[in-house]
């Protein structure tokens, strides 16, 4: 399958780095952890408006998912493990870095995850799940 440049939507998307464990007032660990990503990348690629019969058994019959994108050649490093922005664009600082507010909160957090990938020998689809983040 090929990708026609006019059907391609730019979306940002940012890679798991890592997670960090949170720790107290006083220094010790929580137990909690915050999971850390990359700076947001820009990408073009052909996004689905929304989720298709056609589509269903191509990742699989327990796969929820909301949107399907198509990548040809290059393939870049998207994984299970990493946030999108779609419907939103993200708000960076001049570094590339997330725009926080006062609180260091993200301004514009990611509006979808990756589901599943599905590599094929010219293309890449990437089954993605809306969701709702608080910064």
Not at 11 to 34: H, I, M, P, V
Not at 60 to 70: C, F, R, T
Not at 93 to 112: C, F, Q
Not at 113 to 121: F, H, M, N, S, Y
Request: proline residues 6%; hydrophobic residues 35%; negative net charge.
């Amino acid at each position: 399958m090929r990708c026609l440049n006019r059907n391609k939507t730019p979306f940002f998307y940012a890679l798991y780095l890592r997670k960090e464990s949170l720790l107290d007032e006083y220094g010790n660990d929580t137990g909690q952890y915050e999971v850390i990503y990359g700076n947001p990348v820009d990408l073009k690629a052909n996004i689905s408006a929304a989720k298709g019969e056609t589509n269903i058994r191509q990742f699989g019959e327990d796969v929820a998912y909301d949107k399907v994108i198509v990548i040809e050649k290059p393939f870049p490093p998207i994984d299970e493990h990493s946030v999108l922005w779609i419907d939103t664009m993200p708000q960076l600082t001049e570094d590339g870095t997330l725009a926080r507010d006062d609180k260091g909160k993200i301004i514009t957090p990611w509006d979808y995850l990756v589901e599943k990938v599905a590599p094929t020998l010219n293309s890449i689809s990437i089954a993605v799940k809306k969701v709702s983040v608080s910064g």
